[in-house]
């Protein structure tokens, strides 16, 4: 009789003081990944950078069981893992596969690099280094309004839209790190129909042939998303063929250059067409509500499955 081995996967995520304690506990999706992937693999998690000895081991890692994070080995060699945050260093071994690729992660983390790529689909974009050429640059700004954000910012935190006439102070320890972004505005005023009418910020998360609508809409008195804006998913058969074809496309670009990784193309619909706002590396998992949980969850250990 055959005995078929289940793989060995590693959840890598970061979390600080006790690494038992269960930082999901207010995110039951992850809860039903995690049992889920109980069912179909070897399952354990780690934490932060260091719990990787090399060689594909990690070390003092945990299981999951019964809604609960409990300690587990102490060396525990993984077929696969997923990294949830950026945690490889340097010196990275690649000794085993991983999603999303180390290469993938910091590619994606840098918009400037986004923009190099994906130029054609993205508003006007120039990468600022100091305050001249903040200030130089919106002459080429043809937008009544502008947008500045961080290089490598994330969540929407540090974004400003503003008046040209009106420029803001640039903070200098971002502009001295990595630098900002300097774009012309798109206004999202529109309506899509069936799907929003207003300010809005499409995300398709994307998994090989797999990808997820969700839609993110601003808190009053805002003018654009961030990380807290409300979200909630759009049917598939509800996008237009225009999004569809965008996604096809520039996905296709982008597995070109780094195949096998999870990633979400934000965009949103202006006046004038689509319009791709940023890529993220990372994206949250859907609310277990959404009609397309599950496919989510499986389609995600599908992916884990057939990494080599």
């Known amino acids: 009789m ?3 081995m289940k793989k060995k996967l590693i959840f890598w995520r970061k979390t600080t003081g006790d690494l038992t304690n269960d930082n999901f506990s207010e995110k039951p999706q992850y809860h039903a990944f995690f049992a889920k992937c109980n069912l179909v693999f070897d399952f354990r998690i780690a934490s932060n950078s260091d719990a990787y000895v090399g060689d594909g ?5 945990n299981k999951y069981e019964n809604w609960k994070i409990v300690s587990a ?3 525990f060699k993984a077929d696969v893992v997923y990294q949830r945050e950026i945690l490889t260093t340097d010196d990275f071994d690649s000794a085993v596969p991983i999603l999303d690729t180390p290469e993938f992660k910091e590619w994606c983390r840098d918009k400037w690099n986004q923009f190099l ?3 054609k689909y993205m508003p006007k974009t120039f990468l600022i280094q100091t305050t001249k050429e903040f200030l130089d640059n919106m002459k080429n700004i043809t937008t009544y309004k502008a947008v500045i954000k961080p290089r490598q910012g994330k969540e ?3 974004i400003v839209i503003f008046d040209k006439a009106n420029p803001p102070n640039l903070n200098p320890d971002i502009l001295a790190k990595h630098g900002y972004l300097l774009q012309e505005y798109t206004d999202t005023d529109v309506e899509i129909k069936n799907i929003v009418r207003g300010i809005h910020d499409i995300k398709l998360i994307t998994m090989g042939g797999n990808f997820f609508a969700n839609l993110r809409t601003p808190e009053p008195g805002k003018n654009y998303c961030t990380g807290d804006s409300t979200y909630s998913e759009i049917p598939r058969r509800l996008l237009p063929q225009s999004i569809l074809d965008l ?3 520039v996905s296709g670009k982008i597995d070109e250059l780094y195949p096998d990784n999870f990633y979400t193309i934000d965009i949103g619909m202006a006046r004038n067409g689509l319009v791709i706002f940023e890529l993220n590396g990372h994206t949250a998992f859907p609310y277990l509500h959404f009609s ?12 884990l499955q057939s990494l080599r």
């Open 292 to 303: 397309y949980a599950d496919e989510f969850f499986d389609a995600m250990i599908a992916k």
């Open 156 to 158: 929407g935190k540090n």
């Open 73 to 75: 080995e102490d060396k």
């Open 247 to 249: 996604h096809r496309e």
């Open 117 to 119: 790529l994906l130029s």
């Open 2 to 4: 055959n005995i078929i």
């Open 57 to 61: 081991v990690f070390k003092n890692v």
